[in-house]
């Protein structure tokens, strides 16, 4: 039986407002959104907990842009990833509680969202409710479009301890403690991308800002005893790749590590007004004709380790068999086949197959097989232009691992003393750094006594 009596609905100003209508901007000098809950004896409904605010993006003059040459005067170019739409905006994601413990920090956010968003969602989804909530589409020219004009979107945090859906409990003494929410805003040459002359210093702004949900009221007006208080959350890393076998270690600190997933890009595209910063492309090799990231690198073997120790599988995941190698064409590997093991390891460690999503299997259906719709613009895996902008290689890609239960739930796996490593043998030349960003996703418990909140344990 419920112990909920009522629902009421909140929206929270932002705390740093200073106007009525501040603009938050990375360029303006605005780059931070905070937001304070106080504990109180209610729950916050963590699926109904919503960043509600309008964004336009400006070119260098200041003006919006003309993507696709709608209006007929000339194309002037900003755009987003279609992918991950206004999430790439964020950089970094704090939350603490009211007495400033920290109870989730997400670095990289855009590019934790450039897996979550597509690895779990299709075409149904991208044509639907996530272009009201992150403004995206299934299209790169109807992107192109909407960020033509001034966007309203309601965003829902992407955090891992909103991401079950539960109702948190607010009180000092029988909950959180209250949230304090710090929105770190990505720097504009990160965020934004095109290929027109007026891209250079293009920028964005966010106006109308709010943070809207809902309140739980328990029966009694109290919340119920409890002597701790288990939630999920996400940390990130970062590192660089170049060698044709190469293995990253990563110390992540954690006791209860549920699964770890990483996606790449090309390193020079980081922080490139020509190049989508958000895209999770295979690994790619330079042309020595034009410098461009145009080669495929496929991934041969990839083994996951605990403390140097092949862990939790006991053999490496190897895709010789779908690599065919044709030295006759520029792009010699590009006639190798679906590396589906390698896809379905990753795809598990983001959204296990007990998942009700409706779209499963995103990687085969961003990678332009029969099984997609037929749009080359949003399942690109060559260098296909938009307009005037190359922009392919929009696979879903990225190597991960369910470290706990394969079915999504029970067991994880302590890492708090001992290492991380991925092992992987590729056909990377040696002379095309690639970056890797790897997220992990973990459990934490808040500890309780007669007096209150004790301790978080990661």
């Not at 039986?1 to 209508?21: C, H, L, W, Y």
């Not at 020595?288 to 380790?305: E, N």
């Not at 896809?343 to 998942?355: D, G, L, V």
Request: aromatic content about 10%; some cysteine.
């Amino acid at each position: 039986m419920s112990n909920i009596s009522a629902v009421r609905k909140f929206e929270i100003a932002p705390d740093n407002q200073t106007s009525g209508n501040s603009v938050y901007s990375y360029r303006q000098g605005n780059p931070i959104i905070t937001f304070s809950i106080a504990p109180q004896e209610y729950y916050v409904r963590s699926k109904n907990l919503k960043l509600c605010f309008d964004v336009e993006l400006k070119d260098s003059a200041g003006n919006l842009p003309n993507n696709n040459n709608q209006d007929g005067t000339g194309e002037r170019e900003v755009r987003l990833n279609s992918r991950v739409g206004v999430a790439s905006l964020f950089q970094q994601l704090e939350i603490n509680n009211a007495m400033n413990q920290n109870l989730e920090t997400i670095r990289h956010y855009g590019r934790l969202l450039a897996s979550l968003l597509p690895s779990g969602s299709g075409w149904n989804e991208y044509t639907t409710y996530l272009s009201n909530e992150f403004g995206v589409s299934s299209n790169e020219q109807v992107q192109g479009r909407y960020l033509n004009r001034k966007m309203s979107v309601a965003m829902p945090i992407m955090a891992g301890i909103f991401l079950q859906g539960a109702d948190i409990p607010l009180s000092m003494n029988n909950g959180i403690g209250g949230l304090n929410l710090k929105f770190s805003l990505q720097s504009s040459i990160q965020a934004l991308f095109g290929g027109t002359a007026t891209t250079p210093n293009s920028y964005y702004e966010i106006t109308n800002v709010s943070l809207m949900g809902e309140y739980a009221m328990p029966k009694g007006g109290a919340l119920p005893n409890i002597s701790s208080y288990p939630f999920s959350g996400f940390s990130s890393f970062y590192s660089v790749i170049n060698n044709n076998d190469q293995t990253s270690q990563i110390n992540p600190a954690l006791s209860a590590v549920v699964s770890t997933f990483t996606n790449f890009l090309p390193t020079p595209h980081i922080a490139n007004y020509g190049q989508d910063s958000m895209k999770t492309t295979p690994l790619l090799n330079k042309n020595p004709a034009t410098g461009a990231y145009d080669l495929l690198a496929p991934i041969t073997k990839t083994s996951f380790m605990r403390g140097g120790v092949l862990y939790p599988l006991q053999f490496q995941l190897d895709e010789n068999e779908v690599i065919v190698r044709n030295p006759a064409v520029g792009d010699e590997y590009a006639g190798s086949s679906y590396d589906a093991q390698r896809q379905y390891y990753y795809s598990m460690a983001i959204r296990p197959r007990t998942s009700k999503a409706t779209d499963q299997l995103a990687g085969q259906n961003s990678e332009n097989l029969p099984t997609a719709n037929g749009d080359e613009q949003h399942n690109a895996v060559t260098a296909l232009d938009i307009n005037t902008t190359e922009n392919g290689f929009q696979n879903v890609y990225g190597i991960g691992i369910r470290v706990g239960d394969m079915l999504g739930v029970g067991n994880t796996a302590n890492f708090k003393n001992q290492s991380y490593s991925t092992r992987i043998i590729s056909k990377l030349d040696g002379a095309s750094p690639m970056s890797s960003y790897t997220f992990f996703l973990y459990r934490s418990v808040i500890n309780y006594d007669d007096r209150g909140l004790v301790s978080i344990v990661n």
